[in-house]
T-cell receptor, first 114, second 112 residues
């Protein structure tokens, strides 16, 4: 079974903390994505990566950074968490540069910043 | 920029009713188009896809046709079931840039 695994299902952090969200895929996929999901706003792309050490900004990168040191792992970093970053975070991966391939998603991390 | 717009939900239907969820997109070039579904308590999964104009994607009784002239990819099903209750997301992959972007999602509730 193909798998995208996010390190935590639920996380509670304090304002100002540095937060790491980890995502690991076991499919040898080149592309990985981080989204946040909010009611009425759908999935909004934060960052994506098409190769090791490569990263591209999505539509809402402010307040976030990412790291991809290994092909299978893509980390999302909140440098200084704020309450408006309370959300569901979803990681996804796809194979290569082909646009017709299926994206596989993790189960999500529900982050609450207090 | 590239974007996807879906009809607002929630959509509430009786079992065996006909379903249409509208999706329109803005993109230059020729993106691939997708519908993903998120069942309660589960992750997103691919429902169907179409990669070029006039392609029809289909799966589990759902269909959608890639209409370049109207920049649309509407999801249809002839007879919905209670088990179809979920949130449906329209998405596009734009090869130039490698972005996979989603609409805001449409919640469907099917009553027995």
């Amino acid at each position: 079974d193909v798998k995208v695994t996010q390190s935590s299902r639920y996380l509670v952090k304090r304002t100002g903390e540095k937060v790491f969200l980890e995502c690991v895929q076991d499919m040898d996929h080149e592309n990985m994505f981080w989204y946040r999901q909010d009611p009425g706003l759908g999935l909004r792309l934060i960052y994506f990566s098409y190769d090791v050490k490569m990263k591209e900004k999505g539509d809402i990168p402010e307040g976030y950074s990412v790291s991809r040191e290994k092909k299978e792992r893509f980390s999302l970093i909140l440098e200084s968490a704020s309450t408006n970053q309370t959300s569901m975070y979803l990681c996804a991966s796809t194979i290569g540069a082909r646009g017709d391939t299926e994206a596989f998603f993790g189960q999500g991390t529900r982050l609450t910043v207090v | 920029g590239n974007s996807v717009t879906q009809m607002e939900g929630p959509v509430t239907l009786s079992e065996e009713a006909f379903l249409t969820i509208n999706c329109t997109y803005t993109a230059t070039g020729y993106p691939s188009l997708f519908w993903y579904v998120q069942y309660p308590g589960e992750g997103l999964q691919l429902l169907l896809k179409a990669t070029k104009a006039d392609d029809k994607g289909s799966n589990k009784g759902f269909e959608a046709t890639y209409r370049k002239e109207t920049t649309s990819f509407h999801l249809e099903k002839g007879s919905v079931q209670v088990s179809d209750s979920a949130v449906y997301f329209c998405a596009l992959f734009y090869n130039q840039g490698g972005k996979l972007i989603f609409g805001q999602g449409t919640e469907l509730s099917v009553k027995p």
